[in-house]
Each structure stands twice: as C-alpha cells, then as structure tokens.
C-alpha cells in the first residue's frame, strides 16, 4: 500500500513559479512509477509529467514540456514538480499518482496504469 499527500500548491501570479511536493508512505515507494496529472474545472483530469523508479527516464505532456520539471528523492520518499512560467491554463488540482511498475514509458500518461492518488493540491494561476 502506499499513501500519497501533496503540498505546495497556492496562488501565484502568470509567469511566476511554483514547486509542488508529494511524500509517500510505504516501503516500496522507490520501486514505483510516479506521476503528476491535473483536473481543471469541468474537465478530465490529464497527464502532466511522470519520472522512473531511478529517476533517470521521464516523460511530459507537450503543454508543460519545457516550463514544468519533475524529479524525485527516494531517500525521502518524495516527488516533486517545479513549475516555471506559470499560464493562466496551468490553474488545477494538481494529483500525484504511483504506479506499481519501475518505469511505464508511454503508458505513463494513462490514468488507469496508476493504482494510487493522492488527494490533490489546488494550483491557482492569476492575471
């Protein structure tokens, strides 16, 4: 089993930066596929970038490529996402996922290859 809790969301102007952090209980967490997905209202919830078990492979929506950065510390159980130059479509609950594989390629941007969630963190973009 693990659990999933996220922090760092907030509210932050366009343009600005914000790192979310997501720490995991459970003694396999450092074998697990990580993910960061988004839900906007009145919208699916969608894939924002996903990393290995080692952190060596990662993956990201074309939206965030390039502005958002994700990254994990086994050592402490946690993944965490830096988002720079923050956009006003960047406004979501921001959900961290595991996935019960080292590295899912491709398939990580699938909601249903993850088994675990986390209860989201709100990310507000303003003007």
């Known amino acids: 089993q693990v659990q999933l809790v996220e922090s760092g969301g907030g509210l932050v102007q366009a343009g600005g930066s914000l790192r979310l952090s997501c720490t995991a209980s459970g003694r396999t967490f450092s074998t697990y596929t990580l993910g960061w997905f988004r839900q906007a209202p009145g919208k699916e919830r969608e894939f924002v970038a996903a990393?290995?078990?080692?952190?060596?492979?990662?993956y990201y929506a074309d939206s965030v490529k390039g502005r958002f950065t994700i990254s994990r510390d086994n050592a402490k159980n946690t993944v965490y996402l830096q988002m720079n130059s923050l956009k006003l479509e960047d406004t979501a609950v921001y959900y961290c996922?595991?996935?019960?594989?080292?590295?899912?390629?491709?398939?990580?941007?699938?909601?249903?290859?993850?088994?675990?969630w986390g209860q989201g963190t709100q990310v507000t973009v303003s003007s």
């Open positions: 996922a595991a996935a019960g594989s080292r590295w899912l390629g491709p398939k990580a941007a699938t909601t249903s290859e993850y088994g675990y």
């Open positions: 990393i290995s078990w080692t952190g060596y492979n990662t």
